[in-house]
């Protein structure tokens, strides 16, 4: 009888620690500081320490499951992952899925945008006739231009080539997450300030959020985490740098050039 009783009870709690262990469909590639997956399939940057650190509050087990991003989405409705990660409403929407999925609350904000070589910082939208885009990336904003044939996509395979080709000229500026442009810029082998952003030209900003189809009941848990644990989530994004100076002048500027518009802002109003 108390062999039955220990077989039951270890089944019970077999089946609970199964039940409490869910698979994140995330992005495979480099997309550093946000995240990236290196060649041995290990998941890193802010994302994993931060949805680390929540697996160990709510007492759950997150598994990685890296996917080409095209696979992403219907990895999710099929349900071969639980959760999705990065996530938006509004990439849903275009796959006609978002009444299936519940998103948490917005998790890291971010900017897509131009960067362009110093030369062209200012110049108003006009002079941009040809624009860096890796593939799979739409330019939000300047769809109606290049519907109207007023700017030329450049297409590239990489990021690393589409800065490529815009330091040969062959694209007036690259589209992309400015953060994670310019973390490769200025710090995989290629020299800091050769790109830079321009604020002045169309660009987007929003948030990042965690989605889910089967497991909503896990959501609120997470939204409250990021709320009761806003000094932790904070001291996570500053380490990565993933929202550094995001909302101020100073956004997508290297550090030291912003600890001198800073020291002069601060000499001129003494």
């Known amino acids: 009888m108390k062999q039955i009783f220990a077989a039951c009870l270890l089944f019970a ?38 949805l680390d650190l929540f697996a160990e509050h709510a007492g759950v087990t997150f598994i990685y499951k890296p996917l080409p991003v095209d696979e992403l989405m219907p990895a999710l409705v099929e349900g071969e992952v639980d959760f999705k990660y ?69 297409p590239s395979d990489s990021l690393p080539e589409m800065i490529h080709q815009a330091l040969l000229k062959n694209s007036d500026g690259a589209y992309y997450n400015v953060v994670v442009a310019l973390h490769h810029i200025n710090n995989v082998r290629v020299r800091p300030g050769v790109l830079v952003f321009d604020p002045n030209l169309p660009h987007t900003r929003s948030a990042y959020r965690l989605s889910t189809i089967r497991h909503g009941d896990l959501l609120p848990r997470f939204d409250s985490f990021l709320e009761e644990r806003h000094e932790q ?38």
């Open 86 to 154: 990065p996530d938006h409403p509004d990439w849903a929407r275009a796959a006609k899925t978002e009444d299936r999925i519940s998103y948490s609350r917005p998790i890291v904000e971010y900017v897509d945008g131009v960067l362009v070589s110093p030369r062209r910082l200012g110049l108003d939208g006009d002079h941009l006739k040809r624009i860096g885009l890796v593939d799979g990336w739409t330019a939000r904003g300047y769809e109606e231009k290049i519907e109207a044939s007023q700017i030329l996509p450049v």
């Open 13 to 50: 709690l077999t089946a609970q620690a199964t039940a409490q262990t869910y698979v994140v469909g995330v992005e495979q590639g480099n997309f550093l500081p946000h995240y990236g997956v290196d060649e041995q399939g290990q998941y890193s940057g802010f994302a994993r320490e931060l």
């Open 233 to 270: 989530v904070a001291a996570i994004k500053a380490k990565h740098r993933v929202e550094a100076n995001i909302g101020t002048e100073y956004f997508g500027m290297e550090q030291w050039k912003v600890d001198f518009l800073k020291r002069q802002k601060a000499k001129n109003t003494q």
